[in-house]
C-alpha cells in the first residue's frame, strides 16, 4: 500500500518520453487477469518506478468493479486500487484534483466496510494533498483540512498498529505547526506518539521523535531551542536513503522557521538557501516553490528589496507551472461537496427508513410523534447542507481576493523587470529562430491576465482569441500557443473562467447587482445561456450560482446589522 505524505510520497518524478508504454495496448492485453494478478503485478511495477505500467493494472481493477455488486472482499480490492491509483496520479503525474477524487472515494469504501487500514493510508493521503497545495500557493487556505486529516490518520493507524503511516501524519503536522500553531492540538496528538508502542527500528521514528521535541519547544516559544533540536535532525538521516533529500529539506525548512521567529533572519535565510538547493539536486517542486517564497519574506525583512523581488517572481513563474487558483478551488470544495452528497443520501434513506416504520404506526399520536422526530431530523440536515455551502462560498470569495492582490504585486513586478531588461538589452531582438523566450512567454501570459481581467473585453458573448491577440499584442498562433503550452488549457476553458470570475464578483457587489436576477448576471458577462453559465458556474465554484447569491445576500444583510 503506497503512502503520500510531504516527506515521503509526493516527490514528483520526471518519467522519459522513452519510457512510456503505450497503455492502450497494455490495458487491452492485460485485462484478461483476474484481480488479485493484476494487484500483484502493479505492485511489482511500482517497486521497479514503472508508473505507467502500474497505473494501467489498477485501473482496470478499478474500472472492472465500477458500479458492481461487490462483496465485502471485493471493496477492500477496490479501496486498494483507488487508493494505490491516487498514489501514482499524485507522485508522478502531480495530478492532484484526480488524485484527491480517488482518495476520497477510496475513503468511502473503506468505512463502509470497515477498512481501518486503509482509512489510516487515505487520510494520510489526502493531508498530503492539501499540505502541498498550502507549500505550492504560500498560504494556508487549507490548514483546518491538515489538521482534520492528519488527526484521522493518526488515530485509525494507532489502532492497526500501521506505525510509519501514524509517524508520516505527525510529520505533516509538525510541517504545518508553524504557519497554524495549536498548541493544545499538537501536544495531544504528540502525547499519542510517544504512549504508543512502536518498536524500535521503525522507520522515520528517531527522526520524528526530534520533529516533536523541536516543534513542543517552538510552540512553547522557546525558538532557540527548537533550532538546535531541528539542526541536530540530519544526524539521523540515512544518506543512502531514497527520501533523505526530502527529510532534510523538512528539517532545514523547521530550523529557518525558528530562526526567523527568534528573528535571526539572516540565519533563516542560510537555511532556507541550502533547502533551496537540495530540493533542486533533488527536484522537489513544492519544497523549491516554498523556498521562494520564504526568501522573498527574508529579503524583504532585512532591507533587501532587489533579491525579495526577484525571488518574488521566481515563486510566481514556479507556482504558476504546478498549480492553478482554479485548481485549488476544485480541490477545496470537493471534500464538502461529497459531504453534501453523502448527506441528501441519507436524507433519502432516512425518509425511506421513515415511511416504511409508519406502516406499523396505527395510533395517531405515534405517527404524530415520528413525523415531528422526521421534520426535527430534516431541518438540522439541511442545516449541516447550508453551512458547507457556505463554507465552499467562503473559500471562493477568499481566493478571489487573494487572486487579485497576487494579480496586481505581480503587474507591478513584470513592469519593473521588463524596464531592467529593456535597459539591459535594447536593441537586441525580441524573438530567434521563431522560438519564444522564456521572458516573452512570461509577458504575453502577464498581458493575458490583464485582458481577462478587464471586463470590457471578455463581457463581449463574441470574444474571440483572435480580438484576445490583437489587445496582447501578438500573433494568434503566438497567443495559442503560449496559452496551451504554459496553462494547460485551450481559449475557451479560460474565457469562461474569466466570465465565472467575473461573476462571483459581481454577485458579491450586492449594491450595484444586488437587485438583478442570476440570468441577468450571466448575460452580463458574456452568457448566453443561464443553462450553459449554472454548469460553468457549478463546475468551477462548487455551488450553484443561486446558492452564491443566497450566501451573498446573507452575508450583506448581517453586516447590516
Not at 512502536?198 to 523541536?214: A, K, S, W
Not at 494547460?488 to 458579491?508: M, S
Amino acid at each position: 500500500m503506497k503512502i503520500i505524505l510531504i516527506i515521503l510520497a509526493l516527490l514528483l518524478l520526471h518519467i522519459p518520453a522513452s519510457a512510456r508504454v503505450d497503455a492502450v495496448e497494455l490495458y487491452d492485453s492485460w485485462k484478461s487477469n483476474d484481480n488479485a494478478r493484476l494487484m500483484k503485478m502493479g505492485e511489482g511495477f511500482d517497486v521497479r518506478n514503472s508508473p505507467d505500467s502500474a497505473l494501467v493494472c489498477y485501473s482496470i481493477v478499478a474500472d472492472r468493479m465500477a458500479d458492481s455488486q461487490l462483496s465485502k472482499e471485493d471493496k477492500r480490492i477496490y479501496a486498494l486500487a483507488l487508493n494505490n491509483l491516487g498514489y501514482i496520479y499524485a507522485s508522478y503525474f502531480a495530478n492532484y484534483q484526480r488524485a484527491f477524487t480517488l482518495f476520497q472515494q477510496s475513503t468511502d469504501i473503506s468505512e463502509e466496510i470497515g477498512y481501518s487500514a486503509n482509512i489510516a493510508y487515505t487520510s494520510l493521503n489526502m493531508s498530503g494533498v492539501y499540505l502541498i497545495c498550502n507549500q505550492i500557493y504560500g498560504n494556508r487556505l487549507f490548514s483546518d483540512e491538515i489538521w482534520e486529516w492528519c488527526g484521522k490518520g493518526i488515530d485509525g493507524a494507532i489502532q492497526c498498529q500501521e506505525w510509519t503511516v501514524a509517524l508520516a501524519c505527525m510529520i505533516n503536522i509538525s510541517s504545518v505547526c508553524p504557519d497554524d500553531p495549536r498548541p493544545d492540538r499538537f501536544r495531544q496528538l504528540a502525547a499519542k506518539i510517544s504512549s504508543s508502542p512502536i518498536p524500535e527500528g521503525t522507520p522515520l521514528l528517531e527522526f520524528t521523535r526530534g520533529l516533536i521535541r523541536g516543534t513542543l519547544a517552538y510552540v512553547g516559544k522557546d525558538y532557540r531551542k527548537a533550532a538546535e533540536i531541528f539542526a541536530g535532525l540530519h544526524s539521523v538521516i540515512d544518506p543512502g536513503e531514497m527520501q533523505a533529500a526530502r527529510l532534510k529539506t523538512i528539517a532545514l525548512s523547521a530550523e529557518a522557521r525558528a530562526h526567523e521567529a527568534a528573528g535571526d533572519f539572516l540565519s533563516a535565510t542560510r537555511r532556507t538557501l541550502e533547502s533551496l538547493s537540495t530540493s533542486r539536486e533533488a527536484d522537489i517542486p513544492d519544497e523549491i516553490t516554498r523556498a521562494y517564497h520564504r526568501l522573498y519574506e527574508y529579503y524583504s525583512r532585512m532591507g533587501d528589496i532587489a533579491m525579495s523581488r526577484e525571488y518574488l517572481f521566481s515563486y510566481y513563474s514556479k507556482k504558476d507551472s504546478i498549480l492553478t487558483e482554479r485548481e485549488l478551488a476544485g480541490i477545496g470544495s470537493m471534500p464538502l461537496v461529497n459531504r453534501m452528497g453523502r448527506m441528501s443520501a441519507e436524507i433519502k434513506a432516512e425518509k425511506q427508513k421513515k415511511e416504511r416504520m409508519a406502516v406499523y404506526f396505527s395510533v395517531a399520536g405515534l405517527v404524530a410523534l415520528f413525523l415531528t422526530v422526521y421534520a426535527v431530523s430534516l431541518v438540522r440536515s439541511r442545516r449541516r447542507i447550508r453551512a458547507h455551502s457556505r463554507e465552499i462560498y467562503r473559500k471562493h470569495v477568499d481566493l478571489l481576493k487573494s487572486e487579485k492582490r497576487e494579480r496586481d504585486l505581480r503587474k507591478a513586478l513584470e513592469q519593473e523587470r521588463a524596464e531592467y531588461f529593456a535597459a539591459r538589452d535594447e536593441g537586441s531582438q525580441k524573438y530567434k529562430n521563431s522560438k519564444i523566450s522564456e521572458d516573452t512567454e512570461q509577458e504575453i501570459l502577464g498581458r493575458v491576465a490583464d485582458v481577462l481581467a478587464d471586463p470590457r473585453f471578455f463581457t463581449d458573448p463574441k470574444f474571440t482569441l483572435q480580438q484576445l491577440s490583437d489587445a496582447v499584442g501578438h500573433s494568434y498562433k503566438r497567443v495559442s500557443q503560449v496559452i496551451n503550452d504554459k496553462l494547460g488549457k485551450n481559449f475557451k476553458t479560460l474565457l469562461t473562467e474569466a466570465r465565472v470570475k467575473e461573476a462571483c464578483e459581481r454577485l458579491l457587489d450586492q449594491e450595484n447587482y444586488g437587485g438583478y436576477t442570476v440570468e441577468y448576471v450571466a448575460r452580463s458577462v458574456g452568457f448566453q445561456s443561464r443553462s450553459n453559465f449554472s454548469v460553468a458556474f457549478k463546475s468551477i465554484v462548487g455551488i450553484s450560482p443561486s446558492e452564491f447569491q443566497r450566501n451573498a445576500r446573507r452575508k450583506e444583510d448581517s453586516s447590516g446589522e
